[in-house]
């Protein structure tokens, strides 16, 4: 007689239902629909920008912060809005951790205007004969978004952007926005490069809990079905990522880790649960990321440290000279993985060691 078997189907929890409206507005590349907290950021841009509306030109920007602080989508928003609103100007968006050259830089904005480049590849003075023949040739001007410009060398990004910074020809030049998270960069390049560039700053601050808060609310109401998470969970996600730098993008990976996690199990709702774990997973794979920077011996040493230890211990229980000691302690701290609380008065003073994370994490 045959068994009869239920389908392993029948069994999965709300199988006909999600969490999720549009799951798209939790992915990097998506444009939300209102964006908060940047009022002024965004009027400085494009007051700056508006002049190239009436052929005139515009000054060059360095903005920088922190990660996750909306550098990137307010610098390709602000472009969008003013490439629909004129015809006379383009934007070009570069990351410089994909095109990490001067010569793949330029390739992109020759092809940009139309050049198509031979497969043996060109030289980056017969690059920058096709730019000069068709950008002269154009009926509009070009914006440069050059994100993560950081990651470029100093002499590439010197000679490249002195280049683009003196390009004039029949009238066009390069408006430049630069993007970094490490404003320092600059002062590294070529003293005449600084000068040619004439950077306008604009700075990027860490959004605070409230903000992440309002970015939250709207990926909730676009992404989320209704009634999905409570509002002290909200909170509980825009406090987490306030601590951690500001940063928009841990919040919202969070609430997306936490909304995958409850559509997985068949919850129409974000318990709090699933938000804690989530949350632990995220502070284990930033630890992860970090510690794979450290060297053995340094990962060793953090291994054997205790929470609560004082320095003047640490120095005289150890094998290792107390010079190497305070080089991994002043590492540490910079990483985030600890505080150095003191405790001694005046010079000389002993410190505690403070774990700012859970050690077993390690
Ligand atoms: N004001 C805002 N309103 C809505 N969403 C925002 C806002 N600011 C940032 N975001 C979102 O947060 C995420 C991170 O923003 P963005 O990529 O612009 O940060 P960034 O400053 O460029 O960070 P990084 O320095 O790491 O490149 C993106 O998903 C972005 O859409
Ligand atoms: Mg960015």
Redesign the pocket.
């Known amino acids: 007689m045959p068994i009869s078997k239920k389908n392993i189907f029948s069994d999965i929890k709300n199988i006909d239902k999600s969490i999720f409206v549009n799951e798209q507005v ?3 590349e ?3 629909t ?5 009022d002024s950021e965004i009027k400085e841009l494009s007051f700056s920008l508006k002049p190239l509306t009436n052929n005139k030109k515009a000054e060059n920007f360095l903005v920088y ?12 928003f602000v472009l969008k809005e003013l490439s629909e609103y004129s015809m006379k100007v383009k934007p070009l968006y570069i990351n410089c951790i994909q095109e990490n050259t001067r010569h793949s830089i330029l390739s992109t904005v020759s092809s940009f205007f139309g050049a198509i480049l031979p497969r043996r590849g060109l030289a980056v003075d017969e690059i920058w004969q096709r730019i000069k023949e068709l950008y002269s040739k154009s009926n509009f001007y070009t914006v440069l978004i050059l ?2 410009i950081d990651k470029l060398n100093n002499t590439d990004a010197s000679t490249l952007l002195y280049d683009l910074s003196r390009f004039s020809e029949k009238q066009k030049f390069f408006t430049l926005i630069l ?3 490490n404003k320092e960069f600059i002062f590294n390049l070529d003293l005449r490069t600084q000068s040619s560039l004439a950077l306008k700053s604009l700075e ?1 601050k860490k ?1 605070t809990s409230q ?1 992440l808060k ?2 939250l609310k ?2 909730i109401e676009y992404g989320l079905i209704k009634d999905s998470i409570s509002e002290d969970l909200i909170g509980y996600i825009s406090g987490y990522a306030a601590v951690r730098g500001g ?3 841990i ?2 990976d969070l609430l997306y880790k936490s909304a995958k996690e409850s559509d997985r199990k068949g919850n129409l709702k974000i318990t709090k649960e699933i938000l804690l774990s989530s949350s632990h997973l995220i502070d284990s794979i930033k630890i992860n990321e970090k510690i794979s920077s450290l060297s053995k011996e340094e990962f060793n040493f953090l291994y054997s440290l205790k929470n609560e230890t004082s320095t003047t211990e640490i120095y005289s229980k150890s094998k290792i000279p107390e010079r190497t000691i305070r080089r991994y302690l002043t590492k540490f701290e910079k990483l985030g993985f600890i505080s150095l609380k003191t405790t001694g008065k005046g010079k000389g003073g002993s410190r505690v060691v403070i774990f700012n994370f859970n050690k077993e994490l390690l």
Not at 34 to 38: D, K, L, P, Q
Request: glycine share 8%; hydrophobic share 30%; aromatic share 16%.
């Open positions: 939790f992915y990097p998506y444009l939300p209102n964006i908060y907290s940047r912060g922190p990660p996750g602080t909306g550098k990137t989508l307010i610098s390709n994100d993560e993007i970094t998270n990027f959004y903000d309002k970015i709207e990926r940063d928009a993008r919040a919202i």
